[in-house]
């Protein structure tokens, strides 16, 4: 079966760093993207690695470990703002339908 | 900034009736999809469609689910007899065929639908 197993919650000060951790475990993978939902709103796409490695897009960088079937989301200098849904979601095949994880709710504090 | 945009907004129903939410995909987009998303709970994937058909479908996409491209513009996602579990948050999103090796899917703001 499909399985993405992220954090239920995590909370962070203003400024902090954090990281949002994601194990899958899929049929087939062709990557590994993050997506950020405010309450009420659209999933946005945040970031997507297909290779091993980082990928660093301003204060959000992604990392992934294809051999781990592993990743992460890397936030830094905090903000009030991203107070949010994180989920991580796997492409299993070219058709690149997203299997998502079941969300990571942050909660940025003063 | 080009957008997906979808409607209605928020349609409450009774059981047993039919909804048809719609959605029309940014203009150069080839990729449509239609996700749900019970409240609390996780994205989850219904169907996908490319070049007028569908290209898969998840296993809650079951028969009272159909989806249509009845203009150049336009992607419907028709319910046939709601259900009280039908009641969730419906994304529409798209892509653009460059996209394929991004991951990006670009979604609307969504449809939330309540079957009382």
């Known amino acids: 079966g499909q399985s993405l197993e992220q954090p239920s919650e995590v909370t962070a000060v203003e400024g902090a760093i954090v990281q949002i951790n994601c194990t899958y475990q899929t049929s087939g993978f062709y990557g590994l993207s993050w997506y950020q939902q405010h309450d009420g709103g659209a999933p946005t796409f945040l970031s997507y690695?297909?290779?091993?490695g980082l990928e660093e897009t301003g204060r959000f960088s992604s990392f992934l470990s294809r051999s781990d079937s592993y990743g992460y989301l890397l936030l830094q200098e905090l903000q009030m703002k991203d107070s949010a849904s994180y989920f991580c979601?796997?492409?299993?095949?070219?058709?690149?339908?997203?299997?998502f994880g079941s969300g990571t709710r942050l909660l940025v504090r003063p | 900034e080009p957008e997906v945009t979808q409607t209605p907004s928020h349609q409450v129903t009774q059981m047993g009736q039919e909804v048809i939410l719609r959605c029309v995909p940014i203009?150069?987009?080839?990729?449509f999809y239609w996700y749900r998303q019970i409240l609390g709970q996780k994205v989850e994937f219904l169907v996908s469609f490319y070049n007028n058909e569908i290209s898969e479908k998840s296993e809650i996409f079951d028969d009272q689910f159909s989806v249509e491209r009845p203009d150049g513009s336009n992607f419907t996602l028709k319910i046939r007899s709601t259900k009280l579990e039908d009641s969730a948050m419906y994304f529409c999103a798209s892509r653009h065929e460059g996209q394929a090796n991004t991951g990006e899917l670009f979604f609307g703001e969504g449809s939330r639908l309540t079957v009382l």
């Open positions: 203009s150069n987009h080839l990729y």
């Open positions: 979601a796997v492409s299993e095949d070219s058709s690149y339908k997203l299997i």
């Open positions: 690695n297909a290779l091993d």
